[in-house]
């Protein structure tokens, strides 16, 4: 049998030094923005029961969860997304919470990525939910704060808007089968405009037809919303254009430019979103950092209906870029090393908390002898050491 112990699975990573100083940094400069704009944290589960996954509204294919089995047969997964845990949290311990609940998580997920997309399978990923509430004041909170945390992070994002509805009136209009619909919708999230092509040449060609195979070229400005009315011609398709021009407005106002596009094509990997859904793109990254929107009947899963909105941040992907760009600095070498002698282990633990406590940093050596310490020194570049006796002897090193 094949020994698979010296590599790790598919999809998965050891991460070193730097990536976890990177990966530690961009949560906790998200978790301050979370937190200064009133949003709790939360922990869920890395465990969940299959069924909190499989109702057919939470559209995630069981073939992307990882699965197994607890000591009574039943079956679990291994948490493949933060929001639905979430959303079962919310329906039961807080039930009798003032609304809206503000709340955000960091906390890994797992997806089982076939097919070599190049995407990961474990991602650590931090995001807010605000539950409860509903409207434009809402969804311009979720969005402003999704703003916020990349500003707080890379100067040069972009955001995508776009809107779920206006995509499922499209597709409500074609006279195809669930899983025709779940494949066109896998064709555009993949961008795979061939395949959509091909498969909107075995339908009649009504507008609505048009209007789907016009998709991927909807993104631009607000141009692009008036070229998508003429493409509609019920109220089902227009309403959402005419929200989304609403948002659109109000967003300019923060002065984002070119860096706020309009993407009718817009297609979240999750399809449990109903309304407004958005996206952050980073330079240096091959996918979105950030995807979001508003989700409001998943509660109902969970006999718990209210409306509910959030997104969830990439930080594996978001801290690669940041360290890439060399705005993460790994800790400089210690100052000191500090040796005690033979018997004064003691009492050079007490000058190296010392030296600590006065804003040097430190390292504590466990070499048995001075020659080892003063061989590993010069080895990592430490340029003094302190070696503790009846007196403490300091060495600087060339």
Do not use: W
Request: net charge negative.
């Amino acid at each position: 049998m094949k020994n698979y112990s010296k590599i790790t699975p598919e999809g998965t990573k050891d991460f070193l030094f730097e990536e976890c100083l990177s990966t530690r940094t961009v949560s906790h400069i998200l978790g301050e923005v979370f937190s200064q704009r009133g949003f709790h944290e939360v922990l869920t589960p890395g465990v969940e029961f299959y069924d909190v996954f499989s109702n057919p509204a939470a559209q995630i294919p069981q073939e992307n969860m990882f699965k197994l089995s607890d000591s009574k047969g039943r079956l679990m997964v291994v948490r493949p997304d933060s929001t639905l845990p979430i959303a079962r949290m919310t329906a039961t311990r807080l039930q009798n919470e003032v609304l809206p609940i503000r709340l955000y998580y960091n906390q890994r997920v797992y997806r089982n990525n076939r097919g070599l997309t190049g995407r990961s399978n474990e991602v650590m990923q931090t995001g807010i939910e605000l539950l409860g509430i509903s409207g434009k004041r809402a969804d311009l909170e979720i969005i402003t704060t999704a703003i916020e945390a990349l500003t707080r992070c890379v100067p040069d994002f972009r955001i995508e808007l776009g809107h779920a509805g206006f995509f499922k009136a499209l597709l409500n209009k074609l006279p195809v089968s669930d899983n025709e619909r779940e494949d066109i919708h896998s064709f555009i999230e993949a961008k795979n405009y061939s395949a959509l092509n091909s498969f909107l040449d075995t339908l009649e060609q009504t507008k609505a037809v048009a209007a789907i195979r016009r998709l991927p070229r909807l993104f631009g400005g607000e141009e692009v919303l008036n070229e998508a009315s003429e493409l509609c011609d019920d109220n089902d398709a227009l309403r959402p254009l005419e929200y989304l021009k609403e948002i659109y407005d109000c967003l300019t106002k923060f002065g984002l430019g070119e860096r706020l596009m309009i993407d009718l094509g817009l297609a979240q990997r999750n399809d449990y979103y109903s309304d407004i859904v958005f996206s952050g793109y980073v330079e240096g990254s091959g996918e979105p950092v950030l995807i979001g929107g508003r989700y409001d009947k998943l509660l109902d899963i969970f006999d718990s209906p209210m409306p509910a909105s959030g997104f969830g941040i990439n930080v594996d992907a978001l801290a690669k870029v940041m360290l890439s760009r060399g705005q993460i600095k790994m800790k400089p070498l210690p100052d000191v090393l500090v040796h005690g002698d033979d018997s004064f282990e003691v009492k050079s633990i007490k000058h190296y908390q010392a030296l600590t406590q006065s804003g040097l940093i430190c390292e504590n050596s466990v070499f048995s002898t001075r020659d080892e310490a003063i061989a590993y020194a010069k080895k990592k570049g430490i340029a003094r050491i302190d070696f503790v006796n009846e007196e403490v002897e300091t060495v600087l090193l060339n």
